[in-house]
């Protein structure tokens, strides 16, 4: 069974500090690790997906396979960036999961101007 | 809007009333998902389907629930008999993949529940 954690329900932080939202994972296998995220009144979306290797909004994550982790950062935040953010995982070879998608409890970020 | 679509928004019903959501996937997307969020969690999966094949179901779907996708278009979720602990949000996804080929997953906005 594969499980997401994310330690930090709150993380608030000033406008231009760097920030970094945690996730940890457990599963056997070969995983694919995200982050969605959703702002205020919009629906989940996709922020970025650790395969892309991309930067989205200034935002990275680099999955690191020794410590299972999967954190996201951005060097200097902004207010717009102030919303829910969820770390998921999905195996990432065949098998029967067909690609559901297992989440962590999310972590708010609110970014003070 | 040409993203995934879910009616109503927001249903209110008495405990022990059925409901049913709908959730139109985006057109080309074989693969459609069924999660549900509840207050200060995040999604859980519920059930799973390729084209109108239900494949996956999670141990939370109980025996009051059941999901179909008759032609592999949209999808329904129905809760019969109704209890409080039902009351969450309901969420949709859809995707395409092929074989181990798993694209990534677009949410609707939901449907949220409260049963009292």
């Known amino acids: 069974a594969q499980r997401v954690t994310q330690p930090e329900k709150l993380l608030s932080v000033f406008k231009g500090a760097p920030v970094e939202l945690k996730c940890n994972y457990s599963?056997?296998?070969?995983?694919?690790l995200f982050w969605y995220v959703q702002y205020s009144r919009q629906r989940l979306q996709l922020l970025l997906r650790?395969?892309s290797r991309e930067s989205i909004k200034g935002f990275t994550a680099d999955l690191n396979k020794g410590e299972t982790s999967f954190h996201l950062k951005k060097p200097f935040a902004q207010e717009e960036d102030s919303a829910m953010y969820y770390c998921?995982?999905?195996?990432?070879?065949?098998?029967?999961?067909?690609?559901?998608?297992?989440f962590g409890q999310g972590t708010i970020l609110t970014v003070h101007p | 809007d040409t993203g995934v679509s879910q009616d109503p928004r927001h249903k209110i019903t008495k405990r022990g009333q059925n409901v049913t959501f709908r959730c139109d996937p985006i057109?080309?997307?074989?693969?459609l998902y069924w999660y549900r969020q509840t207050l200060g969690q995040g999604p859980e999966f519920l059930t799973y389907?390729?084209?109108?094949?239900?494949?996956?179901k999670s141990r939370l779907l109980s025996d009051r629930f059941s999901a179909e996708r008759p032609k592999g278009s949209f999808s329904t979720l129905e809760i019969q008999r109704t209890e409080q602990g039902d009351s969450a949000m309901y969420l949709c996804?859809?995707?395409f993949g092929q074989g181990v080929i798993k694209n990534i997953q677009y949410f609707g906005a939901g449907t949220r529940l409260s049963v009292l």
């Open positions: 998921a995982l999905r195996p990432n070879a065949g098998g029967t999961s067909y690609g559901k998608l297992t």
């Open positions: 057109s080309e997307h074989n693969r």
């Open positions: 650790h395969i």
């Open positions: 996804a859809s995707s």
């Open positions: 599963y056997s296998g070969s995983p694919e």
């Open positions: 389907f390729q084209n109108e094949a239900q494949l996956e």
